[in-house]
């Protein structure tokens, strides 16, 4: 559970209906890349080290909505939800009345429609309130030429834009002092929570925001957010690799198996499992990859489950390990060392087996062969190395 009496506490607005952007759902809880836009901005609040607790205002026509969207989210710090009012401004006012039990010492008022607000900004606010402001917003200086528009669009004016600013949020403020604002000015009708502590006389600082925490208010909105965060998880991909290695020894028997291929020889291959060289060499691989130990470690020999099994179930677990970490597989590469049996004949069928395995295009599948020009046990066809 958070804290008693926290430091700060972040007040999600998530009660609009957002009519306008013409999508089936409230667009607080429309998907943004597999996710509501409404999880994407909570989890940047609770990831962040100095938010004690969030607290978010729903509609009361959205609560199956707002379940749908937390139901995965176990997080101590996420209070139960508030029912918001008519006006953002009422809703923001239940939302600071809700948390009057544990008088933070400051609030953070967010847009619940702001998916992309960055730790930086969340930081900029913080540190403002450590000098002596009742209050802080995010904010971008006004860069573009301002007109005053008349009758039929006709221009009656250009604007001076000097010292303006657009107004984003969060907006921080200290608790007891917006609280008291709010509660003075229900009967004025006010854009945001700025406006409202300058109605109450407080002063309030402006810090950098961040261009790319827009509110998202229309469809082409939705498209842009689309974009960006498919941008940004392009650039997050992180590239690891793994390699394996293995021998197994010939004895007595009529075929080997090769990446799950049986192939007649004069001899098998002994092992607790069917010995499958390449597949226990790339199942080293998928672990590695991850770090996550070796095959012994999750297959034991010396456990009779895995006696004469098939080495496919190791790969098949491996690859399932990668994928519920987020991982996906892009490419392997098997090298087999041996003299006999001889592998052009099979490598086809080897990839389209690895590739089916692996579920990755067969084009995403190397396997190849070479021999030790008759050198070490290989050489003298005493096993096979992969």
């Keep these: 559970m958070p804290p008693d009496h926290p430091q700060n506490i972040a007040l999600i607005v998530a009660a ?5 952007t013409g999508l089936p759902l409230p667009k607080q809880y429309q998907d943004l890349c597999g996710k509501p836009v409404l999880r994407h901005t909570l989890d940047a609040f609770l990831k962040h080290r100095s938010i004690d607790a969030v607290q978010v205002i729903i509609a009361d026509s959205d609560l199956a909505h707002y379940e749908e969207t937390t139901a995965t989210l176990s997080h101590s710090s996420l209070l139960p939800p508030v029912i918001g009012g008519a006006e953002r401004q009422h809703s923001v006012c239940r939302g600071l009345q809700a948390v009057a039990d544990r008088a933070p010492e400051c609030v953070l008022i967010h847009d619940g429609v702001r998916p992309f607000v960055s730790a930086d900004v969340i930081d900029r606010l913080l540190a403002a309130m450590n000098q002596s402001y009742n209050g802080a917003i995010a904010a971008i200086p006004v860069t573009d030429t301002l007109k005053r528009e008349g009758d039929a669009h006709i221009i009656t004016g250009t604007l001076n834009r000097q010292g303006l600013w657009r107004a984003q949020t969060p907006q921080i403020f200290k608790y007891q002092k917006i609280l008291k604002a709010h509660l003075q000015n229900q009967d004025k009708v006010l854009t945001d929570d700025a406006a409202v502590a300058e109605a109450a006389g407080l002063t309030v ?8 925490n827009i509110k998202l208010t229309t469809k082409d909105d939705f498209d842009l957010a689309e974009t960006m965060l498919k941008r940004q998880s392009t650039s997050q991909i992180q590239t690891q690799t793994g390699f394996g290695f293995d021998v197994h020894r ?12 049986h192939i007649p020889h004069t001899h098998g ?4 499992s069917d010995a499958d060289v390449p597949l226990h060499a790339l199942t080293d691989a998928l672990l590695g990859a991850i770090a996550a130990g070796d095959i012994g470690s999750h297959f034991p020999p010396t456990d009779e489950r895995w006696r004469d099994i098939s080495s496919d ?3 098949t677990h491996s690859c399932k390990l990668i994928r ?9 590469d098997v090298t087999i060392i041996c003299e006999d049996p001889k592998i052009g004949p099979h490598r086809n069928a080897m990839r389209a087996h690895l590739a089916e395995m692996l579920q990755i295009p067969e084009a995403q599948v190397s396997v190849k062969a070479t021999t030790t020009e008759r050198l070490g046990f290989t050489g003298r066809k005493e096993g096979i190395a992969a």
């Design 16 to 20: 609009g209906r957002g009519v306008r």
């Design 205 to 212: 600082k402006l810090v950098d925001g961040d261009p790319h």
């Design 250 to 261: 010939f004895e007595d028997g009529e075929r080997v198996t090769l990446c799950g291929i």
């Design 269 to 272: 291959l002994a092992g607790h």
């Design 313 to 315: 179930v190791f790969v």
């Design 324 to 332: 519920e970490r987020g991982g996906a597989i892009v490419h392997v």
